[in-house]
């Protein structure tokens, strides 16, 4: 047994503690080796910015590839503090050599901006030697989308009396009814609905959550689901369909589990085939639709860019375009000599 040992001294002092960030600060140790940064990196994505596994895999990938040209050229212990601009230059030279498009270059050079604005951010480099190196020029296309009569089609071809029809319908009604990304529509859970309301809570990119309307078909069609969703868990009792608990999840698979992003992707392929519509449309394109059809209608840009869950305009600006028979509507309403 320890026995306790009573002191006549008077207890230290406790120093103030120091703010989470410059502690960090000044404590920080530079790692070991040139991956060592870039792990660093990858974790601060992972744990302090909330990167989705997708945008974890690119950036690993985007580094990677430098890594691998620098270790190609035995230049790895130049990095990340002996940089220069002629070295990156090299770089982008190696990868447009291997045919790599202007979209990944810029996706590469991104990788290495960030790498570089955290090592700076957290004083472990003096400089970066990505200043003065410009993005490739990308000219933006407008996004694919489909028009109301086609995905009036692609949704009233969802006849089936089976639960996969059931799921499907609300499912695809929700793409396009509330503009979710597919990320945030398989990670719906039962707490994140309001039926009554008409209201849905998803958690979109760095687990930003919002409140999005779905609309009359969406709820119509979530409740019919939502009647048959314990189908789907079958002959197993334990499985998330089988569960009412709040964070069971909304759509699940065939073995009662939660639907995942390419099961999602795979059953609108069939709806469309079913539809006889071009199999070239994915998840995404029922969001752009949705944009682009409350434009069409007359919603605003601001009130897009918060259903949407875009932290920037610009990047909402590309839905912009409008279809020839709605310009000539505005023209045939504003121009005085039309």
Known sequence: MISAVTSTAPAPVEAPERPRKAAWRANAKAPASPEGFVDLYLTHLRDERHA?????????????????????????????????????????????????????????LAGLRGVYKFLLKRKLVERSPLDGIRNPKLGRGLPKYLNETDVAKLLDAIQGTRWPDARDLAMLELCYGAGVRVSELVGVNLEDMDL?????????????????????SAVRAMAGWLLRRREAASLRPNAPAASRAGTAPVFANKWGTRLDVRSVRRILRKRLGEAGLSLNATPHTLRHSYATHLLDRGADLRSVQELLGHSSLSTTQVYTHLTPSRLKEIYAKAHPKA
């Open 196 to 216: 009554e309301r008409g209201l849905l809570r998803v958690r979109g990119k760095g687990k930003k959550e919002r409140l999005l309307p779905m609309g009359g």
């Open 52 to 108: 989705s596994p997708h945008t974890l895999k690119a950036y690993a990938e985007d580094l990677g590839a430098f890594m691998n040209f620098m270790e190609g050229r035995k230049e790895l212990a130049r990095f990340p503090h002996q940089l220069d601009r002629l070295v990156v230059r090299s770089f982008l030279a190696d990868q447009s050599a291997k045919q790599l498009g202007k979209r990944s270059l810029a996706r590469r």
